[in-house]
């Protein structure tokens, strides 16, 4: 059974940075697909980033240059570097795997940016 579990969030000033890490356990890290996702409130969950088995990237525009998703597959683990953040990247942070024939989700992290 897949499982994944998020840590690294907090509050930080604008401008700074933060590092989120998401453990997964079970199944074959390495062949999946894994992304980070945020939902503010009152808004809907949309994608950050996510990297494919072959680490090919895809980023939000509003991200884009400031954010890295980078993987370690030995450790089932996947990484968002946050920096230059902004108050509107505020929200809970979730993990997402898909398998290609299922997905599943992390808790989430809050992640608060104070201007």
């Known amino acids: 059974q897949v499982q994944l579990v998020e840590s690294g969030g907090g509050l930080v000033q604008a401008g700074g940075s933060l590092r989120l890490s998401c453990v997964s356990s079970?199944?074959?890290?390495?062949?999946?697909?894994m992304g980070w996702y945020r939902q503010a409130p009152d808004k809907q969950r949309e994608l950050v980033a996510e990297?494919?088995?072959?680490?090919?990237?895809n980023y939000a525009d509003s991200v884009k240059g400031r954010f890295a998703i980078s993987r370690d597959n030995a450790k089932y683990t996947v990484y968002l570097q946050m920096n230059s953040l902004k108050p509107e990247d505020t929200a809970v942070y979730y993990c997402?795997?898909?398998?290609?024939?299922?997905?599943?989700w992390g808790q989430g992290t809050q992640v608060t940016v104070s201007s």
């Open positions: 079970g199944g074959r890290f390495s062949f999946d697909t």
């Open positions: 997402r795997r898909f398998t290609g024939r299922s997905v599943s």
């Open positions: 990297i494919t088995s072959s680490r090919s990237t």
